[in-house]
């Protein structure tokens, strides 16, 4: 049975620019930090930097949650990022956006104002 989002991992040709970028981009420093792996607790959900990797933005997006999106594509691009598809609303009041790490791999954000806390697990 899926659960839901539990870790993602992105490839990074630098492990140690990666790591300062998204310690910005999270406002936090990885709890877990060795040469071949650093992980982040993102309210309670894992980002893994995987060292020597080749970044893409194919495939799967994984979506993080916001609250204010506009803001935060704004100070995500401010610290490096790029808009890889523009702020789309989905429906429902719910709102997404791809942007694009400095690194080439593509970082979802999700504003969902139906998302319920109580149900993760």
Not at 25 to 53: K, M, R
Not at 67 to 91: F, K, M, N, Y
């Amino acid at each position: 049975m899926i659960k839901g989002l539990r870790t993602v991992t992105y490839p990074v040709p630098d492990l140690d620019k990666a790591k300062a970028w998204y310690s910005q981009v999270f406002g936090t420093a990885p709890y877990f930090d060795q040469p071949f792996y650093v992980g982040f607790n993102i309210g309670g959900f894992e980002l893994g930097l995987l060292p020597d990797g080749q970044p893409g933005a194919q495939g799967s997006v994984t979506y993080w949650g916001v609250d204010g999106i506009e803001q935060e594509v704004e100070r995500i691009v401010a610290l490096g990022g790029s808009l890889h598809h523009p702020i789309t609303d989905v429906g429902d009041g719910i709102r997404t956006v791809e942007l694009l790490d400095p690194f080439g791999n593509q970082i979802g954000l999700i504003d969902n104002p139906h998302f319920d806390t109580a149900k993760v697990v």
